[in-house]
């Protein structure tokens, strides 16, 4: 099955600055990339995804970034802000099942 | 309802007590899923269906069970609670067909087991 790896663990970084969180996935017939953002005690959402035909994909201070050669994908967040303070994971969807394989987290702290 | 909806929210549970966490959407959603989540383990797919009357086992499905008789129902049972099932447990859904789609999570369960 697909297996997801999430760099780093944890993340502190200044208000203001950026924050990079990357991911490797196993399966090359994964199409489809969301990344899900966790406060503390809530569900996870949905704040961004992108599927395997498209390379980039914007929305206002997050982006993500797709490398099929790779096989690695990356979430970007500019400008961070302290609400942006959660747990984030990637994910990959396989290309036969249609199930989510999980990184296991990246925890971000914006100080402020 | 609306959306997708765990029950109960949280549940202390003695060992070897059998337990049945509820999920209930009514997005009609094809797909269903049950995560468990543990700290520095992320989400770890427990047990799945693709459409009512199918289920699938998830990377973790020992002393675990599912079902679905229908499309908006999707429990999960454990047959004898283990303290190794402490967890928060998250329900989703996906109501996309094919390769692509994002998931609808419940707000989740969380169950100590002592």
């Known amino acids: 099955g697909e297996n997801v790896e999430q760099h780093p663990s944890t993340l502190s970084v200044q208000e203001g600055d950026s924050a990079v969180i990357k991911c490797t996935y196993s399966?090359?017939?994964?199409?489809?990339f969301p990344w899900y953002k966790q406060e503390l005690g809530k569900r996870p959402q949905l704040i961004i995804d992108i599927r395997s035909n498209v390379g980039e994909k914007k929305d206002q201070r997050i982006a993500v970034t797709l490398n099929k050669t790779a096989k690695h994908f990356s979430l970007h967040i500019t400008e961070t802000q302290p609400e942006d303070s959660a747990v984030y994971f990637c994910?990959?969807?396989?290309?036969?099942?249609?199930?989510?394989?999980f990184g296991a987290g990246t925890t971000v702290t914006v100080r402020a | 309802i609306a959306g997708i909806t765990q029950a109960p929210t949280s549940q202390i549970l003695a060992a070897g007590r059998r337990m049945t966490l509820r999920c209930t959407q009514d997005m009609r959603h094809n797909a269903m899923y049950w995560y468990r989540q543990d700290l520095g383990l992320g989400l770890r797919l427990i047990h799945y269906s693709n459409t009512a009357g199918t289920t699938g086992k998830g990377e973790v499905p020992d002393g675990y069970s599912v079902s679905r008789a229908n499309t908006d129902d999707f429990p999960l049972t454990l047959a004898s609670a283990v303290p190794s099932q402490t967890s928060v447990y998250f329900c989703a859904s996906r109501g996309s067909s094919g390769g692509s789609g994002g998931y609808t999570f419940g707000s989740g369960t969380r169950l100590t087991v002592v």
């Open positions: 399966d090359s017939a994964s199409n489809y």
């Open positions: 994910a990959a969807l396989g290309g036969d099942d249609y199930k989510l394989s």
